[in-house]
């Protein structure tokens, strides 16, 4: 695992500042730094070395030294490809994927990303055609970001090492302000950046003559379909991957252990660790009691007394929250929106004294349907049956009048949406269009006309793959994939454990296992209020009955109870002082009335001013020290 950066020029590449470029990412690798520059383009990479730990820094050049590369990831299928290419006659001087990675390139080109089982983003120089190809894996596990400007193009793993070249403009960018105040985070490929974009997953860019082309190289339904019939074979099918991916994801030749939660995630693939373990699995868990938290150790403790593990338990009972999310908001380079990377950064650090690379279970509820939303939403067609007088007047009425029942004030306003599309993208609006109306000031209005941050919904939601549609909670699923778990999911795990150095892999976002989730019905995963009915029903001969019984919840960060007590005061002198009020973005008496509303315990608005407040201690870390315009 490692950082990478890379900078074409059509003249010599400006590189006075790659030192501090490549400094910014130390964190994701500290083990050895190495830098290649010629006329055309300077590589530069931080690596943390999880295999060859002696032989593998980089960068790594092909035999004649005609192409170079730099890579941050891990080929799980390395060893069969670098058979294959040891076939083809091509030599290799390390044992890292790294270099098959190369090698791979030079044989099959493009094709070769088809070949892949991993997660990656690497960049190629080859000297021969003065290019550089760049790519990303299939689901986004690993970022990549990209400045185009100064006539220069800069990629890099994380935004940090981009603008740390002052040269660099740090414009805020409008549409990026939209995105993150309706979802709570970046839409990629924009980010909160002007002149900053995001390579998507699945796809592949190359540069030449100064020029950038962009192509896609993998969907859903790009590979063969896989059918597995009744419920049972598909049931059988899933263990068979699933386990076959954790065992791809143990091999390194560091300690690897596990997160644990005690929910069904998790605790499957530790379950599956212990068969191909030499010894106890090392898992850890986290207690987050600050403030009226979320503690998983109790259940926790059970799955890993069940399977006898190594087993680490963190209980935070005290913490400097200012100070904590003045971390968060440096290692995430835009505001992020999800208060669950404050758990998730807390139990990284604390896994990183142990073990040089983690096992997660994200991606099982994108992929089976685990979320209540899926429930909720698969309840609007026979809402919408009653009469609309009852659904679109005198129930919201009523539920108006209630103080703080967030959830169902929600159901009732989103259930009537007959586009299922805009009804998905609701169920995640933080700033509704409304609320963006009233907090939004006409200058920066005008700036977003005619931009709606719901676009993604749609454009996913309706496509057709395989010369067929999904089914409502397949099309859901597949825009969550696309939107919810890439840009969400993918960069809290990604950058809460590169911050200490940590490798994270996630073995339900094997891209075999993504292709088979959805070739499986929908009524398979959820039927009534019965959510991952398919995945419980793979793994229940591995897990202790209370496991599959135990209810969906993920890390309830107390972000109600901190804006009402613990970080009342910070959040007021925040979000109202000068500073803050100069920008020129928002109504502040807007703000200060959802401040007053959900202090007074009257409604919740957490989330949005959590929103607001990282956003704003966003722009004070990053933009205003290099201020140049809004």
Known sequence: MCGILAIVSTDPPQIRYAEDQIRAM??????????????????????????????GNQPIFNENRSRCIVYNGELYNFHELRDQLRARHHRFATETDTEVVLHAFEEWGVECLKRFNGMFAFAIWDDTKKSLFVARDRIGEKPLYYYEGNDQIVFASEIKSIVADPTIPRNLNPRGLANFLAFGHAVAPETMYRDILKLLPGHYLTVQNGRIDIHQYWDVGDEPPVSCGSEDECAGAILALLDDSVKRRMIADVPVGAFLSGGVDSSAIVALMTRHATGPVKTFSLGFTV????????????????FETDHHELLVDHLDLVETLQKLVYQYDEPFGDAANFPVYLLSEFARRHVKVVLAGEGGDELFGGYRRYVADSKAEQYQRFPRLLTERLIPAVVGTIPRIRRLKRIVRILPMV??????????????REMREDLLLPAIKGQIAGYDPQWPYPHYYHRVWNGKTQDHLNRVMYVDLKTWLSDVFMEKVDKATMAFSLEGRLPFLDHRMVELAFQIPGQYKIRGTSTKRILKRAVKGLLPPEVLRKPKHGFAVPTDQWFRGALKDFLFETLMDNRTRNRGLFDHNYVERLYNLHKEGREVHDTALWLLLNLELWMRQYLDPHRTSI
């Open 26 to 55: 130390i964190h994701r690798g500290p083990d050895a730094q190495g830098t290649w520059s010629n006329e055309s383009v300077f590589l530069g990479s931080c690596r943390l070395s999880i295999i060859d730990l002696a032989g």
């Open 291 to 306: 403030g009226g938290g979320y503690n998983e150790l109790p259940d926790a403790r059970r799955v890993a007394a069940h």
């Open 419 to 432: 586009d299922p599309a805009v009804r998905y993208a609701s169920w995640l609006e933080v700033f509704t």
